[in-house]
């Protein structure tokens, strides 16, 4: 971008308007309709949660019984917010850094409601007992294939955009978009392929759907983070991205390593021995990216950590990125082989999903929304104070969902393994942990509302009309708005573009 | 700002009006930094200390694959923990049945450590070795004698130690049996059978037989009423045994 941009910052700027005013509306809906899944994901989340600790919570309906209810939470929250999150993050990402502007907002808008349609019957159909059982492919089958023809829809504008862009430096987050975009059709369709497509052995199917929940985490929702990450960072902070070394470093140790992770969910199981203990040493060397990139965006970070207190965006982003760290040593602990066995049934793996999902992915994406958003709209956030509680409800609520899934799995998981007691004891010593995690669900609920009516203010154009960002200092202080933005008040006509009028 | 290729054309002032207009509706795009270009920091050492970890970690998980790359081999060895079928006795596995005795006899020796050492060789001043001794490795019931009495004058060489002390006392027939295996199946003796239970228990039986019951045993008694073995069903030495109650594996 910086080298194929032209030397006025006014012409850079009505450039980037141009782009940001071409893909208003497909990324709005994206963001938008994924704050609502989240939401629906989250409520369905707290009931099966419940129902971990008291089985007899709303026991009378079928509809919600755990078995339909936590797939119906895991797809909601993969497909209806996760994805949809990354799509908008991804399509304005690459028409930013390509220069390019979306020539084909109409039918990304009309492939996004494709996806919504297709995941809305899925769930439905998950809820009324026709999901598949297959995990995170619960949707009945008709759901897949219109799920990746929109996917196409959706995608393919972005890699036109990235081979018309002006010739010149390829940004890191180029790089991962690219491979995030490469990767999600490669994980999606192989699996759905060969798991509802083929009838193969059903060993082999459990095995491939441990290799697709992997790579889903690690080839699409992971590079699309780092690519946001990468991005938001320097460019909020105005500093270059700290070593590119560490990015190569980062990005190939995953396009290498990530593809052979997954199986060591089956280790146990009659197929090749060497295939779970494969995926397992795939699994923990993901830390090497993990710390490559992490390292690589906190060093960028921490020469402005004033900004990265007070904006919303990088806040978020950099709290994403400590996630992403713990991310690296969670792979690096579950999956050595003596944590092997007892995190193989119990809570861990759970947790460890919504670490990735939520500590990880989720926050990068907020922060990708707040700092997109207001450029999509032309309007500024309402609410400093509802962003803090959104931030703060969620660092509360993905921390403890975190570790108590992952140390209570592994307490469950060492109770397990001892035979000579009864199961119900192992039961007994995740119990806390589970009444813990619903707690920690409802913090994430409350959150995740007012986030939800806070976007969809914005998406009504019902923000500030204002050249100030809304900023998360201690009060707006004259000294967290540089000089180019005038006196906080000033509404409607100030801005670089008027600053020499007057 | 006029533009020489188009001399007629004027419209870098409109350009500007229309720039600030759409700048002043997009204050957010305006107001952006610009994405700076790569750093080139070195790489640092902790940061590759760090992923070092991990690295080792993941040959460790490695290391337990097995054969890569083999389609056939399905079910990984020693993957399945071995658990008996009767709850209570949920004990160590089978072992044959020479290193079960020997296992329960090497736990007894601790007694003999003090005088004859750790390697059963004495210190060939006063205590006597029992790597190669004639009568260690020689007839059983002999060998049992002395454990039990003690022994006073001169031992199988022929050389006279000092009085030995009777070890009978709370002394069952298992341990002498465990603990004559052991030591006439180590130290370099490999006299390869088993002393059994039975064996231990009939050995008891002749010591408190004994005419003269309670005093040390002598050369001249042993060569003339212990020149035997224990009476006895002898033990395959291969046959699987419970290490703790020494019975058959196969009984329970």
């Known amino acids: 971008m910086s080298q194929a941009s032209s030397q006025n910052p006014a012409i850079d700027a009505a450039r980037r308007a141009e782009i940001d005013r071409s893909l208003r509306h497909p990324v709005m809906f994206f963001f938008t309709s994924g704050a609502a899944w989240l939401a629906v994901a989250i409520l369905l989340g707290i009931v099966s949660s419940a129902k971990v600790h008291s089985p007899g919570f709303l026991d009378g309906c079928s509809w919600l019984t755990y078995g339909r209810v936590q797939p119906a939470h895991m797809n909601a929250l993969i497909y209806g917010w996760g994805c949809q999150a990354a799509f908008g993050m991804l399509i304005w990402l690459m028409a930013r850094l390509s220069r390019q502007e979306c020539r084909a907002a109409g039918i990304i808008l009309t492939a996004g409601h494709v996806w919504n349609l297709a995941i809305g019957l899925g769930t439905i159909g998950i809820l009324a007992g026709k999901g598949t059982g297959v995990p995170w492919m619960e949707f009945p089958v008709f759901a897949w294939v219109p799920m990746l023809l929109a996917y196409a829809a959706i995608a393919v504008w972005s890699m036109v955009q990235f081979k018309v862009r002006p010739a010149g430096h390829v940004f890191v987050s180029q790089w991962y978009v690219l491979g995030a975009l490469i990767w999600f059709p490669w994980v999606f369709a192989t699996a759905h392929l060969l798991i509802h497509g083929f009838s193969g052995s059903p060993l082999m199917a459990n095995a491939i759907n441990a290799w697709f929940r992997s790579g889903l985490l690690f080839l699409f929702f992971t590079p699309a983070a780092i690519a946001a990450a990468y991005y938001l960072v320097p460019k909020i902070t105005g500093r270059p991205v700290y070593s590119y070394t560490l990015s190569l470093l980062g990005f190939w140790s995953l396009a290498v390593v990530a593809p052979w992770a997954g199986m060591q969910k089956l280790a146990g199981a009659p197929i090749p021995a060497f295939l779970p203990y494969l995926g397992a040493a795939a699994t923990i060397f993901i830390a090497v990216p993990a710390i490559a990139a992490s390292v690589n965006l906190l060093k960028t970070a921490a020469g402005a950590w004033e900004t990265v207190v007070n904006s919303p965006s990088l806040r978020f982003t950099v709290a994403g990125v400590v996630g992403l760290l713990v991310l690296g040593l969670a792979c690096t602990l579950l999956n050595v082989p003596s944590f092997l066995p007892l995190s193989q049934f119990s809570l861990s793996g759970y947790g460890f999903d919504i670490l990735a999902l939520y500590g990880f992915f989720s926050f990068v994406a907020f922060g990708m929304i707040y700092f997109v958003v207001p450029r999509l709209t032309r309007r500024e956030w309402l609410f400093g104070g509802l962003i803090k509680l959104h931030f703060f409800l969620s660092i509360y609520g993905v921390v403890t969902v975190a570790l108590v899934a992952l140390f209570g799995g592994l307490m469950q998981g060492g109770a397990q393994e001892d035979y000579k007691q009864p199961w119900e004891n192992a039961m007994t010593y995740a119990y806390p942990y589970a009444v813990a995690a619903t707690i920690a669900w409802c913090f994430l609920l409350v959150s995740n509302l007012f986030f939800f009516l806070h976007l969809g203010l914005m998406w009504l154009r019902l923000g500030r009309r204002s050249s100030h960002p809304t900023l998360l200092g201690d009060g707006h202080h004259g000294d967290l708005h540089d000089g180019t933005h005038g006196p906080e008040g000033d509404i409607d006509n100030a801005g670089p573009g008027s600053a020499h009028a007057h | ?252």
């Open chain 2, 1 to 252: 700002m006029s533009d020489p290729s188009k001399p007629d054309l004027e419209e870098s002032v409109n350009v500007t009006e229309a720039h600030e207009r759409v700048l002043r509706e997009a204050a957010a795009a305006a107001r952006e930094n610009r994405l700076s270009e790569n750093g080139r920091e070195p790489v640092s050492l902790w940061v590759l200390v760090l992923c070092a970890i991990p690295v080792l970690a993941a040959g460790w998980a490695l290391g337990n694959a097995g054969r890569l790359f083999s389609y056939k081999d399905t079910v990984k060895d020693g993957y399945v923990r071995i658990i008996p079928a009767d709850d209570d006795a949920a004990g160590p596995p089978p072992k044959e049945a020479l290193a079960a005795y020997m296992a329960k006899g090497q736990k007894i020796y601790g007694k003999c450590i003090g005088c004859h050492g750790p390697d059963g060789k004495g210190d060939g001043n006063a205590y006597p070795s029992l790597a190669g001794s004639a009568w260690v490795n020689g007839e059983s019931e002999r060998l049992a004698m002395v454990i039990l009495n003690g022994l006073n004058g001169p031992t199988s060489t022929g050389k006279v130690f000092g009085v030995m002390p009777a070890q009978g006392a709370g002394m069952s027939g298992d341990d002498l049996a465990t603990l004559m295996t052991y030591i006439r199946n180590s130290f370099g003796n490999k006299v390869g059978d088993v002393v059994t239970k039975q064996m231990g228990a009939a050995a008891l039986e002749i010591s408190n037989a004994r005419p003269k019951v309670g005093t040390a045993v002598n050369a001249d008694e042993l060569n003339a009423d212990h020149l035997k073995n224990l009476a006895g069903d002898s033990l395959d030495p291969k046959v699987m045994l419970d290490p703790i109650t020494l019975e058959p594996a196969e009984a329970k």
